[in-house]
């Protein structure tokens, strides 16, 4: 989530902006008439700045595409990234010149990253998956305002990937998962996927 972006929830065609471009808007403010579904929708800014259109009138926008750019009135809304420090021993130092978790290939990977729904593979241009990448050749994340609305997206980035070639991988599975009654109401444990694995077997 980035205070400095507001982008609606919804896809919709601007009808206009409420403010000039360079005004300051206060949270809470309707910013922006969109237009979705024949109804004129008034979408409300998330944090209080200085504002910078993106976009204008009669533009189609989708759900979470930026809006408008604010300056902000209240800096401490902006968590500072702090860099990752940590030891890290390569694997070879465990195993050996020997370690090779992964041997296929890919021939195409089709995947739309996007700000909601992030998402980056370890896959060389000929297709060939790094030595030290094991499974997890490719991350998809997702975020939302609830679990729930989190989970959703989630579950669209997965169907809306494509991975071609000899290399396995769960995107099949991890969908099912993600739409098991005991993962969309959070009742699971540590033991609940070797659960799965063992009744599958």
């Not at 800014?45 to 009669?58: I, L, P, V, Y």
């Not at 094991?134 to 939302?144: K, L, N, R, V």
Request: negative net charge.
């Amino acid at each position: 989530y980035n205070p400095s972006e507001l982008c609606p929830e919804f896809n919709g065609k601007i009808v206009r902006y409420l403010q000039d471009d360079g005004a300051m808007v206060n949270e809470g403010q309707s910013y922006v008439e969109l237009e979705a579904v024949k109804m004129i929708v008034l979408v409300k800014a998330t944090a209080a700045g200085k504002t910078t259109h993106t976009r204008g009138a009669g533009n189609i926008v989708g759900a979470s595409e930026l809006l408008e750019a604010l300056e902000l009135t209240d800096l401490t809304q902006v968590k500072k990234i702090v860099p990752f420090e940590s030891a890290y021993v390569h694997p070879t130092k465990h195993f050996g010149d020997g370690f090779r978790p992964t041997s296929d290939k890919t021939e195409w990977t089709d995947f739309q990253s996007s700000a909601p729904r992030p998402g980056y593979f370890g896959v060389g241009a000929n297709g060939d998956i790094h030595e030290y990448a094991d499974s997890q050749f490719g991350h998809i994340f997702a975020h939302g305002t609830t679990r729930e609305e989190a989970r959703k997206a989630l579950m669209l980035s997965l169907r809306n990937i494509d991975v071609v070639g000899t290399i396995r991988n769960p995107v099949e599975y991890l969908v099912e998962l993600l739409g098991m009654n005991s993962f969309i109401g959070n009742t699971i444990d540590t033991s609940w996927l070797d659960g799965l694995i063992k009744a599958k077997s």
